[in-house]
């Protein structure tokens, strides 16, 4: 697409969005939201580390903490990886309902249960700045 | 060991060589005078912690159970056993007298230490009235022990929680944010500056401790914020080593005259803490770490060590399960403890490298 064709599509459209979004462009975003969703992200994270640290995932009190302080020695940036004891490639959430059934003695979460999703985020989020290692041992 | 060879050390249980693991540590002081040799034990963090009614977390019980049997299979017999805390998980009246009962199975004498888990729901008062004073010291042919509780902290901390179990739930949380500080304390010290002068400077000194009396890693108190205070108390004598629990991993280190040594835990291993990658450690460059734990295998990383201190100085025999064994001996050349097979960073395997 030539910057002349663009430019005569976009025109048109930045127009139609000026009215429905009070000026900003469909692939533009603001500061204010940028925030909002960092705020959004920080809320299931924080979320995530509440129930780290809650008896309720399992049935026996253990706390994912007890064993993994700063969700620490859970490698997210590593999976989905090759399990040995499992024979098969897991995604990380298989490995948190394998620590909430056996430590825990507890029942299993959907993959998408808001909870796993926080867990998740947390781990993930104790994490930032590692560099991605899918696979690593 | 210098006097009671390994194997023979073994010989007397089948059973143990079998099973391949002893969450505890056997510890033989060995002099010139071979009459004064003795064998001491050692089991540390069980965590035995409280469900509802009669029921505790089965994996935590059998840990303690399992360091319990086969410490009472070990030939020559330890003249006692050292307890190195956290007896119990969140510091109750059931976890306190389960864990006991458990203990009470063992055929010797049992020496304990006081950990942040029996301490920070009634400061030590139930722990205390079953165990005695939270810190002493006694004499063992010719050893000077010194017990330690190293797990105090500011009182301004200690006194600011509406409830007993809302401090002891945040000091049980190792990584907290609201946690405080380890401490032994000035009036603690104070005591053993006065116990420590009536002892010569060239008896062996031991010291059984909670925390680390180093600085490691202060957010998840691999820490005791008057080591420095503690350690000068100690730098005196000719020959010194600080036996502490509470980091659930191998850890060794050498400062001056004192060799420092962890016990594993019997009811489950913690990361090491360069694995947190939001706040730097220090963990001392000696160490080797252990293999990294295998989740399926409930109690791999709680494998067994005994120590073998000759002239005062300290050989850890470590048997670790699924892993082959570890050998950390005082080299006499090089004044401090090395790793017989891996301090070369070229000997290592994989699976001691923690990220």
């Given at each position: 697409?030539?910057?002349?064709?663009?430019?005569?599509?976009?025109?048109?459209?930045?127009?139609?969005?000026?009215?429905?979004?009070?000026?900003?462009?469909?692939?533009?975003?603001?500061?204010?939201?940028?925030?909002?969703?960092?705020?959004?992200?920080?809320?299931?994270?924080?979320?995530?580390?509440?129930?780290?640290?809650?008896?309720?995932?399992?049935?026996?009190?253990?706390?994912?903490?007890?064993?993994?302080?700063?969700?620490?020695?859970?490698?997210?940036?590593?999976?989905?990886?090759?399990?040995?004891?499992?024979?098969?490639?897991?995604?990380?959430?298989?490995?948190?309902?394998?620590?909430?059934?056996?430590?825990?003695?507890?029942?299993?979460?959907?993959?998408?249960?808001?909870?796993?999703?926080?867990?998740?985020?947390?781990?993930?989020?104790?994490?930032?700045?590692?560099?991605?290692?899918?696979?690593?041992? | 060991?210098?006097?009671?060879?390994?194997?023979?050390?073994?010989?007397?249980?089948?059973?143990?060589?079998?099973?391949?693991?002893?969450?505890?540590?056997?510890?033989?002081l060995?002099f010139a005078d071979p009459r004064q040799n003795f064998?001491?034990?050692?089991?540390?963090?069980?965590?035995?912690?409280?469900?509802?009614?009669?029921?505790?977390?089965?994996?935590?019980?059998?840990?303690?159970?399992?360091?319990?049997?086969?410490?009472?299979?070990?030939?020559?017999?330890?003249?006692?056993?050292?307890?190195?805390?956290?007896?119990?998980?969140?510091?109750?009246?059931?976890?306190?007298?389960?864990?006991?009962?458990?203990?009470?199975?063992?055929?010797?004498?049992?020496?304990?230490?006081?950990?942040?888990?029996?301490?920070?729901?009634?400061?030590?008062?139930?722990?205390?009235?079953?165990?005695?004073?939270?810190?002493?010291?006694?004499?063992?042919k010719g050893?000077?022990?010194?017990?330690?509780?190293?797990?105090?902290?500011?009182?301004?901390?200690?006194?600011?929680?509406?409830?007993?179990?809302?401090?002891?739930?945040?000091?049980?949380?190792?990584?907290?944010?609201?946690?405080?500080?380890?401490?032994?304390?000035?009036?603690?010290?104070?005591?053993?500056?006065?116990?420590?002068?009536?002892?010569?400077?060239?008896?062996?000194?031991?010291?059984?401790?909670?925390?680390?009396?180093?600085?490691?890693?202060?957010?998840?108190?691999?820490?005791?914020?008057?080591?420095?205070?503690?350690?000068?108390?100690?730098?005196?004598?000719?020959?010194?080593?600080?036996?502490?629990?509470?980091?659930?991993?191998?850890?060794?280190?050498?400062?001056?005259?004192?060799?420092?040594?962890?016990?594993?835990?019997?009811?489950?291993?913690?990361?090491?803490?360069?694995?947190?990658?939001?706040?730097?450690?220090?963990?001392?460059?000696?160490?080797?770490?252990?293999?990294?734990?295998?989740?399926?295998?409930?109690?791999?990383?709680?494998?067994?060590?005994?120590?073998?201190?000759?002239?005062?100085?300290?050989?850890?025999?470590?048997?670790?399960?699924?892993?082959?064994?570890?050998?950390?001996?005082?080299?006499?050349?090089?004044?401090?403890?090395?790793?017989?097979?891996?301090?070369?960073?070229?000997?290592?395997?994989?699976?001691?490298?923690?990220?």
């Open positions: 697409m030539s910057n002349i064709t663009q430019s005569a599509v976009a025109a048109p459209l930045a127009a139609l969005l000026c009215i429905a979004a009070g000026g900003v462009q469909a692939d533009d975003f603001t500061d204010a939201e940028l925030e909002r969703w960092q705020g959004q992200f920080m809320e299931v994270v924080e979320e995530g580390r509440r129930l780290w640290g809650t008896e309720g995932l399992g049935s026996n009190r253990l706390v994912c903490g007890q064993c993994h302080p700063n969700a620490a020695n859970t490698h997210p940036e590593t999976y989905p990886k090759f399990q040995k004891q499992l024979g098969r490639v897991v995604p990380i959430w298989e490995m948190v309902n394998w620590c909430i059934r056996n430590p825990l003695e507890g029942e299993a979460l959907n993959a998408a249960d808001p909870r796993m999703i926080a867990l998740q985020a947390y781990m993930n989020y104790e994490r930032r700045g590692v560099a991605m290692e899918p696979g690593k041992h | 060991m210098s006097k009671l060879s390994r194997r023979n050390f073994l010989k007397g249980s089948g059973l143990l060589a079998a099973g391949g693991v002893l969450p505890m540590s056997l510890i033989e060995a064998n001491f034990a050692y089991i540390s963090d069980s965590h035995i912690q409280h469900i509802k009614g009669k029921e505790f977390v089965r994996n935590w019980d059998r840990g303690l159970m399992r360091a319990v049997a086969e410490t009472n299979l070990l030939d020559p017999k330890p003249d006692f056993v050292l307890y190195g805390g956290d007896i119990a998980q969140l510091g109750t009246k059931p976890e306190i007298d389960h864990g006991l009962e458990l203990l009470s199975a063992l055929r010797y004498p049992v020496r304990y230490a006081l950990g942040e888990h029996d301490y920070y729901l009634d400061l030590g008062e139930y722990w205390e009235s079953q165990l005695g004073p939270q810190y002493y010291s006694f004499d063992h050893v000077h022990f010194v017990v330690l509780n190293s797990i105090l902290t500011y009182d301004e901390w200690t006194n600011k929680w509406p409830t007993p179990e809302q401090r002891m739930a945040v000091m049980a949380g190792l990584d907290n944010p609201n946690g405080s500080p380890f401490m032994v304390g000035e009036a603690q010290r104070a005591w053993m500056a006065d116990d420590l002068a009536k002892v010569a400077k060239t008896t062996p000194v031991v010291v059984l401790s909670h925390s680390p009396l180093q600085k490691i890693f202060r957010n998840w108190n691999f820490w005791t914020e008057d080591a420095e205070q503690v350690q000068a108390l100690l730098a005196p004598f000719d020959k010194v080593t600080v036996l502490y629990g509470h980091v659930h991993q191998i850890q060794y280190n050498q400062i001056g005259n004192i060799s420092f040594n962890s016990a594993m835990a019997t009811a489950w291993p913690w990361p090491y803490p360069r694995s947190y990658a939001q706040a730097p450690s220090h963990m001392p460059k000696l160490t080797v770490p252990m293999n990294r734990a295998d989740p399926f295998f409930e109690r791999d990383a709680t494998g067994w060590q005994f120590i073998d201190l000759h002239s005062g100085n300290i050989d850890l025999h470590y048997a670790l399960y699924d892993n082959p064994n570890r050998v950390v001996a005082f080299n006499a050349q090089s004044g401090r403890p090395e790793d017989t097979a891996f301090q070369d960073p070229a000997t290592r395997v994989p699976a001691q490298m923690h990220y």
